[in-house]
């Protein structure tokens, strides 16, 4: 039987069979806004030539998966004949879901997953869970660990000991790249300054026809006199390239009254026996998309440093590929002997209902 992991993110999906290597796809919707009839599902994107008269409906709001028609449509595509071509009946899923989901979605998601798709078995799972999970086989020594999860709608801090998390220390920042992305539409200013200012960059805006990707110019190609290729669409950024990602680390610096994450880092570990402190303070790990910001590692390692007590080593991982890290873990734990114990069985689940899946998933 094979295992079929799904990452399921707010922005981005991370699929793959357990075997294979992982895909990673917008979990998203595009429309045309002239003709709103015409839908496309996710990686169809590419094939689109003009992709500036689209708008995209996301099935998750703050965090939680609410628009299940969105999210379906993406699920048929990725588990259609173009994508990973499924056979329900042969094949387990892993899939991550949220901390702290209302039961309703859940339930709504064990239905479509046992009834509508009918996999033979489901593991549902936290990412940070799996990211855990990927960091003890990595470190075998180690018992504890805490996980930075900082994705599209928010910034989780989970600590896990001996392979389970710790719920009294879970800390959520509604902090995201949503945010960030939302902030900088909003302070975008064209300020025209000279050569001698520094930390100044040139990003040339897609236009769909010759641009597909939006990009930075390298600073000895960048044009002072104000005069630019015709057609290129230049945005020129200054402080905003540091006062973006600032809101990571101080979000009350556009009035979110809640800690940064090195100050709910510190508060997560102090919430945790005293004991069990210094482990925690020694195995820091960042994951999700935020954490690809040059310098982020360096950041949180210097501002948990100065807070954390002298006696105790700080340590921060930074794995090579933060966004996938979750669903490498969960690939892991798909191949774990133990792997048959943790899942619910579409008998299972036929015969108890959800009630089998509350008793038996640590969500």
């Known amino acids: 039987m094979s295992t079929l992991v799904l990452d399921n993110g707010a922005y981005f999906a991370k699929i793959g069979y357990s075997h294979e290597k992982v895909s990673v796809i917008p979990n998203c919707q595009?429309?045309?806004?002239?003709?709103?009839?015409?839908?496309?599902?996710a990686n169809q994107l590419d094939e689109i030539k003009d992709p500036s008269g689209l708008f995209y409906i996301l099935p998750f709001q703050k965090g939680y998966l609410v628009n299940w028609d969105v999210q379906r449509k993406?699920?048929?595509?990725?588990?259609?004949?173009?994508?990973?071509?499924?056979?329900?009946?042969?094949?387990s899923i892993v899939i991550t879901e949220p901390y702290f989901t209302f039961s309703s979605i859940q339930e709504s998601m064990n239905e479509i997953l046992f009834e509508e798709y009918q996999f033979q078995s489901v593991l549902r799972i936290n990412a940070g869970s799996l990211s855990a999970h990927r960091y003890f086989h990595e470190n075998n020594a180690e018992l504890c660990c805490i996980v930075v999860d900082s994705g599209f709608s928010s910034t989780h801090i989970v600590p896990h000991?001996?392979?389970r998390k710790m719920k009294?220390?879970?800390?959520?920042?509604n902090v995201g790249g949503k945010l960030l992305t939302n902030h900088l539409k909003e302070i975008i200013s064209y300020r025209l300054k000279g050569e001698d200012n520094t930390v100044m960059r040139e990003y040339v805006l897609p236009d769909f026809s010759s641009i597909k990707k939006g990009f930075c110019k390298p600073r000895e190609e960048m044009n002072f006199t104000g005069k630019y290729k015709t057609g290129e669409q230049i945005l020129r950024l200054t402080n905003e390239r540091f006062a973006v990602p600032e809101m990571l680390f101080h979000p009350s610096d556009i009035g979110i009254q809640e800690m940064g994450i090195p100050e709910a880092l510190v508060n997560s570990i102090n919430n945790m026996p005293e004991e069990m402190q210094p482990h925690f303070y020694k195995n820091i790990v960042l994951t999700g998309g935020n954490a690809l910001f040059p310098g982020y590692r360096d950041r949180v390692y210097k501002e948990v440093r100065a807070l954390a007590p002298v006696e105790y080593q700080v340590s921060v991982a930074l794995p090579q590929n933060p966004v996938c890290y979750p669903w490498e873990g969960g690939k892991l734990l798909a191949e774990n002997p133990d792997f048959e114990e943790m899942v619910v069985?579409?008998?299972?689940?036929?015969?108890?209902?959800?009630?089998?899946c509350e008793e038996k998933f640590d969500i």
């Open 30 to 41: 595009f429309r045309s806004k002239t003709s709103r009839l015409k839908t496309f599902t």
């Open 161 to 163: 000991c001996r392979g």
């Open 168 to 173: 009294e220390g879970i800390c959520r920042i």
């Open 345 to 356: 069985t579409r008998e299972d689940y036929e015969e108890n209902g959800h009630y089998v």
């Open 74 to 91: 993406v699920w048929d595509h990725l588990f259609g004949k173009e994508m990973f071509k499924v056979d329900f009946a042969d094949t």
